[in-house]
């Protein structure tokens, strides 16, 4: 394996999500329809999908489901989040990403902010 | 009898604070026992007067039980791939070093030896990955929220009581 290959597939993967928005549902990968499932469901203000699969790829569950992308980080920012425990903000990111879920995502790292948070004091 | 046996069940997991990998041999341990306990015997032979009356009729349910029980008996009980003592996760590592930070006794089952138990907490909590923590009985999330608490201040303050209580027993 070339040392590069990690890499370049995280830069390719940052290309899916910033075509995702262009592209038909069945042609997204899964960090492209983890980005329009949270983008039409929260209105995020901020977004960043970040693939981090490489990093559990020896995960046995990874390996059995024999899935590609099944752990990400994820930052988002969004109103709909005002007023609302971390658990409920995480409920309504694994929410909409229910089907993703069920089909081999495995994990996700979830920062869950409301745009006052993020605004600089 | 599944009232019972998640009595039984939940001795195996608590005890002394310190033998928390014992406890684990023996909570699985009880709990393959109680799987097997489960299959009634299918012998076209057995008269039905002998065929066993009070079989688990869903073993979710009473696995919720086992799940209920859990979180109200254990301060702060966790579900997570692997033990305390040797997660086999990067999260379930992680949530375990900060509630050990704390000085709480710790109960934890191993969702990776039991997919039937993953279910039946996955259900319980409405919540679809691990760890999973309960403190009080209230379902307080993932490793990410953990960390978040514990880096607000807002874990300490939970667990304010729990610890001190800890300390006063032993």
């Known amino acids: 394996m070339l040392p590069v290959r990690s890499h370049s597939r995280r830069v390719l993967a940052s290309l899916r999500v910033r075509m995702a928005s262009r592209a038909s549902s069945a042609m997204l990968s899964r960090a492209g329809r983890i980005r329009s499932k949270l983008q039409s469901s929260l209105e995020a203000s901020v977004l960043d999908i970040e693939d981090v699969s490489h990093q559990h790829a020896g995960h046995a569950a990874v390996v059995e489901s024999g899935a590609a992308e099944t752990h990400f980080n994820v930052k988002i920012v969004s109103s709909k989040f005002e007023g609302k425990s971390l658990v409920s903000r995480h409920r309504l990111v694994y929410d909409a990403l229910a089907d993703e879920l069920r089909s081999g995502l495995h994990a996700l790292s979830i920062v869950a902010k409301t745009p006052q948070e993020v605004a600089p004091k | ?170």
Request: aromatic share 8%; proline share 6%; with cysteine.
């Open chain 2, 1 to 170: 009898m599944a009232r019972a046996l998640s009595n039984l069940l939940f001795k195996g997991i608590t005890g002394s604070p310190a033998g928390c990998s014992n406890r684990m041999v023996s909570a699985s341990f009880i709990q393959r026992g109680m799987t097997y306990s489960t299959t009634a015997p299918n012998d076209p032979d057995t008269h039905d007067d002998f065929k066993p009356m009070d079989k688990f009729q869903d073993t979710a349910t009473s696995l919720k039980d086992v799940v209920e029980q859990d979180v109200k008996e254990n301060p702060v009980m966790i579900y997570m791939k692997g033990v305390p003592e040797f997660p086999q996760c990067g999260f379930s590592s992680l949530a375990v070093r900060v509630l050990k930070h704390y000085n709480a006794p710790l109960s934890a089952r191993n969702i990776l030896e039991n997919a039937e138990l993953k279910s039946a907490v996955k259900a319980f909590s409405h919540w679809p990955t691990f760890p999973q923590i309960f403190i009080k009985g209230e379902f307080i999330g993932g490793s990410d929220i953990i960390m978040n608490m514990h880096q607000s201040g807002e874990l300490k303050e939970k667990l304010k009581d729990i610890a001190a209580n800890q300390e006063k027993s032993a």
